[in-house]
Each structure stands twice: as structure tokens, then as C-alpha cells.
């Protein structure tokens, strides 16, 4: 069935126009220039074809066989345009090969090349996409053999994403140093190539690619080139200007002033064609783009203005905000003041009946006061919240500091007193358990009798009224301290004993 098409293709074709292949048993002369196509089973393109080629007698061999890749016995013709405008019309040539005929699918024809561009093709029906060009030079030896320089751009109104509002307009140039341009050509999206005379407006919605090329005197033919790009409806005009904003930021004083730098941050929205610029003006100069945050550390008041342009060139009434910048504080490297008073009830050897109260106080004219600490005795640093009550009967130092803001340190400093008991019974209705039971919780540790006819539960006088809960527990700390000294506690149960009162709700 496929030889008996084949014939028929044949037969038709020889009726129609003549062609002067001569089969390769004949072994005809062949020109010294030899051009080669080949085709397989593809019916959308040739398997093979020659781009360019010199002027004059030229061997053309057209095959399509097994050997190129003929499987099915599917036959191909090469034909060449006699009738679209822009190409060369002098080869008449119209080969049916089909790996069948007589030939094996292998042909040859002698033409006569000249200057210029061939277009060839397949006639068979549905075999319309396997075309192709053959540029053709001057085969003068020296003559022009570059192909020209080709390019496109594309102008036009555009949105925020890139894309042309209604419109565009593709701009082809091509130069060429040696013979110069003969001809342009360009096609839209496809269609078919035609002279290129002056700029190419594309209006249809969508996505398009156009491309071009040139051709110099000599016959050279430059690559296709192409420029891509997508044009869209233009939507509402859009008449509202952008919104724009300024924050200032920076260390400022009591006044509100900036203390040694402000910075300024602009912003803006728009909601038709978007934000284009912003600008701005620093103290009367003149308008300038706005891309970074604006510094400012010249001491002295300041006045920034400020406006923004959206796409569609509508601009913002002008903004003001002013300011003043003032130049940082001298660095603070002088400590605060610190003093102590001891108040209370005192014999007439000075020393303090019952207790004593200790008052620490501290002044600084920088940057003023950060802290307050105090020590009693042996006991560590501990922050001074208020005066401190000291009600444990023998000799005492309490020690004291301050820190200001900027991280200055006093020089430690202490006051030194004596608590006695009152009266020659230190405690006439001595607390007498066996053990230190603070609000009820057991220490376990031996309610002894310190030397004055008062036992610990006496000294620790759970009872007694206490500014807070932390003030209490800081007597207990003190007064355990000072046993410590005198060897009727250890520091084991010194430890129990704070703890107890640590857990307990005195004072509180």
C-alpha cells in the first residue's frame, strides 16, 4: 500500500513541475558545491538542511531513506518557493523521496545558485511545518561574510508589574561594517516575516513576542531576534495622591529633645498606580530622593519637609515635621554621696537601749542615684530598701555604698554602735522551749540562753512589730550573725534559723 502511494505522489508531482533530479545510479557530475537534506519518519520537520550557502552551480542530493532514519516508508518532498515575496524564485526544484521509489529515498539535482534567500517546504498535505531558509552569499572570493547586527526595544506606558498599559511600540535597528543594511524584517508572534519601515505598535491584550532580522548587500542574514512582553487593559485613571509619613526616633531628654542624633524614617502608600519617589528637604535644601533614613546629629533646631509622587504622577501636598538635637551630657564619672544616721534610745555611755535604727541616704548630681546597698557586721551586701533595725544586743557595723546611673560606685563607707539590753534582766519573760520554732516551724536547733538571761527565741522576738516581711527576716540574719561571732551558733544553724524565718509569714 505505502509503495503504491508513493508512485502516486510521484506520478502526481512529475505531471505538476518538472524537476531534473537524476537518480544516483546514473552518477551524474556533481557540482563542487554539494547541499544535503535528509528527512526520517518526523512530519514537522527535515531531519537535516543547509543554512547558507555561495552563489553558482550547486549539487542538491535529497534524501529520505532507512538510512537516514526512515522507518515507516512515510514520503517526504523538498520543494522550493516559487511565489512568496522576499525570497528567490530560480530554483524550480519539487522532490518526492520515499525510501520505496527506485531511487532507495536518495536524489540529486544540479541548480544555479544566486544571491539571496531560498525558502523550501514539504508539499504534502499535513506536512506544512517542515519549512526552512537558505541564505545565499556572493561566492566572490574577500566579499562580505558577516552578517549584519540586529536589535529591538520596546517603549511604552507601563504598570507597577512590567507590563504595557494598552500599547507597545518595538524599535528595530541593525548595522552592518562592511556592505551595509539591504533589508529588515520583523514578524509578530509568529505570523510571517515582512519589511520593517518604521517602529511596530502592538495593541492587542496579551502576551506577545516579536521578532526581527537583517540582511546586508552582500546576502548575509543576521539570527532571529525577538523581544517578549504581555500588554494589559489600563485601568481607572488614578487622580489621588500618595500618603506620606515621617518617624523620628532617638535618646531624648526631658524636654523632648534629641539628645546628640535623630533619625528620621519617611514612608508612603498609595492605592491607585502605586509609589513612585519620595523626597525630601533638610533645613531649606533642595528636594532630595529619599532611599535610606535620614541622620541628623548638627546640634540645633531642624525642619524636615517631605513629599511622595505615585506612577501616575500625582504628588503629595509637602509635610513638615521640626525638631531640635542637643548635644549629649558630659560623660558621669563622679560616684554619689552616701551617708548613715543611727537613731534610737541611748544610755548615757552612748550605747543604744533595746535597738537601734540605721538610715542610709545618697545624693548624686549626675546622673543620679542607682542603688543603695548595705552590710551588718559579718553578713553580705544586701539592697537598702529602707532604714534598717538592728535590735541584737553588742557592738555593731553596718556598712554602706552607692551606684548612680552611669555605674559609679561610692566609696564604702560605715557607721559603728552598741545595743544593750534593757534593764538588768534582759529578758524577764524569756522564751524558754527547748528549740527555735519560728511562726510555728521547728528549727531543731537548741533554744540556749545567749548570756544576758534572753534565750534565741528571745533575741529572734518573733513578735515584735516589723515594717515588712524582708525587714524581719534581715534582723533574724543579724542577729544569728553576731551568735555566729560568739561561737553559740554555727553557720549550719545559723542557716536552719533563716531559712525558718524565710518560710515564715512575720511581718508580712
Partial sequence: MTRRLTAALAALLLTVIPWTATPASAAPRVAEQVLTWTADDSITRYKSAPAQAVAG????????????????????TLTFDTSTEGYNHDVTINILASPFDANDGRHQATVNLTPGRYRYFCSIPGHSSMVGELVVTDGGGGGDTTPPTVAGAVAGERDQDGNYLAAATVTVTATDADSGIET????????????????????????????FR??????????????????????????????????????????GNYIGTATATLAATDTGSGVA???????????????NPIVVNAAGMHMLHY??????????????????????????????????????ERDSDGAYVGGATVTVTATDADSGVASIEYALDS??????????SVRTVGAHT????????????????STTFTVVADGTDGCADSDTRATVIIDGDDTGVANVDTGDGCTINDLID????????????????????????????NRRQQGAIVRAAARSDVGA
Fill in 57 to 76: 552551480a550547486t549539487t542538491i542530493i535529497w534524501e529520505n531513506s532507512a538510512a537516514t532514519g526512515n522507518t515507516t516508508g512515510m514520503p517526504h
Fill in 214 to 255: 537583517a540582511t546586508d548587500q552582500a546576502g548575509n542574514t543576521s539570527a532571529v531576534g525577538s523581544v517578549s512582553f504581555r500588554i494589559v487593559e489600563p485601568g481607572e485613571e488614578d487622580t489621588t495622591a500618595p500618603v506620606a509619613t515621617a518617624t523620628l526616633a532617638g535618646d531624648r531628654d526631658g524636654d
Fill in 307 to 344: 513629599r511622595a509622587t505615585d506612577v501616575a504622577g500625582n504628588t503629595s501636598a509637602e509635610q513638615m515635621e521640626h525638631f531640635t538635637v542637643v548635644p549629649p551630657a558630659a560623660e558621669d564619672t563622679t560616684p554619689p554621696a552616701a551617708s548613715a544616721t543611727v537613731t534610737g
Fill in 184 to 211: 529588515i524584517e520583523y514578524q509578530v508572534d509568529d505570523t510571517s516575516f515582512q519589511p520593517y519601515t518604521q517602529p511596530v505598535e502592538v495593541t492587542a491584550v496579551g502576551d506577545h513576542s516579536v521578532q
Fill in 379 to 388: 553578713g553580705g551586701w544586701t539592697a537598702y530598701g529602707g532604714p534598717v
Fill in 398 to 413: 553596718l556598712r554602706y555604698r552607692a551606684t548612680d546611673t552611669a555605674g559609679n560606685v561610692s566609696t564604702e563607707q
Fill in 462 to 489: 518573733e513578735h515584735a512589730d516589723y515594717p515588712g516581711h524582708a525587714d524581719f527576716v534581715r534582723h533574724v540574719e543579724a542577729v544569728t550573725a553576731v551568735l555566729v561571732t560568739g561561737g553559740t551558733l
Fill in 277 to 291: 519617589t519620595i523626597e525630601y528637604s533638610l533645613d531649606g535644601a533642595a528636594f532630595t530622593a529619599y532611599t
